[in-house]
């Protein structure tokens, strides 16, 4: 039986992310696991970087703080570039057991940017993945 005791979770500070933290928080749980929170920081500027790391981090910390809160240990992991080209670099750099991500949170723009994310991840990944479609 596979154990996941390092799970990553990509957040991408949208609605959807409560989703996905319910999922994997009662996995985790269950499990014994950690989860690392992961946001890539996805900007064209400096000072755009700067604002959107300290608006995730604040995010994260939240949720971190409530996960903690409910006995599940929990880490933050914040990243700048590509969301997919980060992601795959976090999973090679660090050892994790399974990524766990939505299928998209963003409207239709987002969805044609960043619905890219979860399939490239598909082909490329070398852990297992774990999708969690939002609810409509």
């Known amino acids: 039986m596979l ?11 949208s609605e959807v992310d409560a989703i996905i933290i319910k ?33 995730s981090l604040a995010m994260l910390e939240g949720y971190r703080n409530k996960l903690q809160a409910d006995g599940v240990e929990t880490h933050i ?11 795959l670099c976090e999973i090679k750099e660090n050892v994790y057991d399974l990524l766990a991500m939505a299928t998209h949170g963003h409207r239709l723009p987002g969805r044609i940017v960043f619905g890219s994310v979860s399939r490239t ?8 993945l774990l999708l969690i479609q939002p609810e409509h």
Request: hydrophobic share 40%.
């Open 3 to 13: 154990l996941y005791r390092e799970i990553l979770v990509a957040i991408d500070c």
């Open 121 to 128: 991840l598909r082909q490329k990944i070398t852990i297992p």
């Open 23 to 55: 999922h994997v928080s009662a996995l985790a749980l269950q499990l014994g696991a950690t989860l690392h929170l992961l946001h890539v920081v996805h900007s064209h500027t400096l000072d755009q970087d700067r604002y959107l790391r300290e608006h």
């Open 77 to 87: 992991v914040i990243r700048s570039g590509e969301p997919e080209n980060e992601i």
